[in-house]
């Protein structure tokens, strides 16, 4: 029975390519088994003072909380293919709120929404965004068209979004655009120290042959804007340090990619490959879902393509819930140079077809380099993620006794939060400005994703010291931790941050000595 559960959480098929390997915690803030329950429509729930009995290894953890990322199973068996509803999306949902209404708890639900719109101007819930007019644009060439705008018009987007209702309400975190290179004093875009700055790489880019190590010395206090697309080309190793190679290297990798998408992409549908697919095409309107730059069919497409091509060259990991995040960052950085202002709602499609594909080949390559170098992150039972948690909690335990002991009086695990730390790299903790100016410095620190972030993770969990020793409920201290208040964060906040970590790294450089391997 064991076997059975343990095949089960992990959904692996030993003679797929690119299998697929549920994530705990990657699209919804991870539950311990104490405050998630699932009970028969017609009964209700029966609270008891007993406490749930503690996972003793990471698959029993996994398994007693495997409905995390199951939500959607029941509607993804005949997602390929399924014809588009006669009725509209907008009309599946319309009957919800009347429900509501006839319940009891119908005004608070409704006071909480109208709190939640006043809070933000961007849209509140996934009916919003999915309402909005988008244009069905082709991409055309070589690239072959999924069947995106199905998906999101069909019935299993209607019954996903009414569970997602029930789900805790996250924080709404805006993308880049207006803010991407502005700190939260609201600084004036180009300081005389800012410039100067950028006139030191520009110096360096321009050498005929960039010397990276000052380069990273430069980018890990931040990277301007217009240099930065290429700074991270070069940084990721995707780029030469020569600079005469640059064009040939570039062309090259670009025709790579895409002759992997006439050699793969035509197999999406294939039985080997089908589930791999699936769950892609699942996580994708996910990825961002308020943000209108993230709705479009054809960024949602380019998405697609990217992951899936990922996972059948690396069979080994194949695709896992989250590695859909890490290509947020490339693609707004590389999009960046052809958009000034405003991403957020920028129309992909209005682009030249060859820059749409420079952009998605450039994402691919180097979402590619990062995840070498954290692979077992994602590899089966995920062994890089669980030496990190561990290496978190060994070190938390030196830095800060009395967080760490706190931990421990109210039985809160470092797995039920820093799970998603390790697995998402803090993105689903921070706004994507910050994502962006903390990857700045991870590539140019040495192990930047591999190992300076479990010092990132360690300096994040003492920034909000004081909120986490008043808690003094399980729940309560879980809810904190999931829901960390990073929303109004810039870049000031993450200079701190990093340099937090950096004074942690060489204070505690020789812990936890099983993480260096």
């Not at 639900?109 to 009916?127: A, F, G």
């Not at 998605?360 to 954290?374: Q, V, Y």
């Not at 967080?403 to 009086?409: G, V």
Request: net charge negative; proline share 6%.
């Amino acid at each position: 029975m064991a076997t059975e559960n343990r095949i089960n959480f992990w959904r692996r098929n030993a003679k797929v390519p690119g299998s697929v390997q549920p994530v705990y915690g990657a699209q919804h803030p991870p539950l311990d088994p104490r405050l998630r329950r699932t009970y028969p429509k017609d009964t209700k729930p029966k609270f008891n003072n007993l406490k749930t009995k503690k996972a003793s290894s990471f698959h029993e953890f996994a398994c007693s909380t495997n409905d995390a990322w199951d939500i959607d199973d029941e509607e993804d068996d005949d997602f390929l293919g399924s014809p588009a509803p006669t009725s509209s999306l907008s009309s599946g949902l319309s009957s919800k709120p009347a429900q509501i209404h006839q319940s009891q708890a119908g005004d608070s639900e409704s006071r909480m929404s109208h709190e939640r719109e006043s809070l933000s101007p961007e849209p509140q819930n996934l009916q919003d965004v999915l309402e909005e007019d988008v244009d069905s644009e082709t991409v055309n060439g070589k690239v072959v068209k999924s069947n995106s705008e199905t998906y999101l018009n069909s019935s299993s987007v209607r019954s996903t979004l009414q569970k997602q209702q029930s789900l805790p309400v996250r924080p709404i975190i805006p993308l880049v655009a207006r803010i991407s290179d502005q700190n939260s004093s609201g600084a004036p875009p180009m300081t005389v120290r800012e410039k100067s700055r950028l006139d030191k790489f520009k110096y360096l880019l321009a050498s005929p042959n960039t010397d990276l190590d000052e380069l990273r010395k430069h980018s890990w206090s931040g990277i301007p804007k217009k240099v930065r697309p290429i700074t991270w080309r070069l940084l990721s190793g995707y780029l030469p340090a020569n600079k005469d190679r640059r064009d040939l290297v570039l062309k090259r990798k670009r025709e790579e990619y895409f002759g992997f998408i006439e050699q793969y992409y035509h197999s999406r549908t294939d039985e080997h490959f089908k589930d791999t697919y699936r769950q892609i095409h699942i996580d994708i309107p996910r990825t961002n879902p308020l943000i209108p730059l993230f709705q479009q069919p054809v960024v949602q497409e380019v998405f697609e393509r990217i992951l899936f091509i990922w996972a059948i060259r690396h069979p080994a990991s194949g695709y896992v819930q989250g590695i859909n995040d890490l290509v947020t960052p490339f693609f707004v950085v590389f999009l960046s140079e052809f958009v000034m202002e405003d991403v957020e709602n920028f129309e992909m499609a209005a682009l030249p077809l060859e820059t749409q594909r420079n952009i998605e080949a450039d994402s691919f390559w180097c979402m590619s380099k990062l995840l070498d170098g954290i692979q077992d992150n994602y590899t089966f039972a995920q062994p890089g993620i669980q030496n990190k948690v561990k290496a978190l909690e060994e070190l938390v335990s030196r830095i800060d006794e009395d967080i760490h002991n706190h931990f421990k009086r109210y039985e809160v695990e470092y797995l039920q939060f820093a799970f998603r730390w390790m697995n998402n790299l803090l993105m689903r903790e921070l706004p994507l400005r910050c994502t962006i100016r903390l990857w700045d410095t991870y590539q140019a620190e040495a192990e930047g994703f591999s190992h300076f972030h479990l010092y990132v993770c360690a300096a994040f969990l003492i920034e909000w010291r004081k909120e986490i020793l008043s808690m003094v409920d399980f729940q309560g201290l879980l809810m904190l931790l999931q829901n960390v208040p990073t929303i109004h964060w810039g870049n000031e906040e993450v200079g701190l941050l990093l340099a937090e970590a950096y004074r942690l790294k060489y204070m505690f450089a020789d812990a936890p000595s099983h993480y260096k391997r």
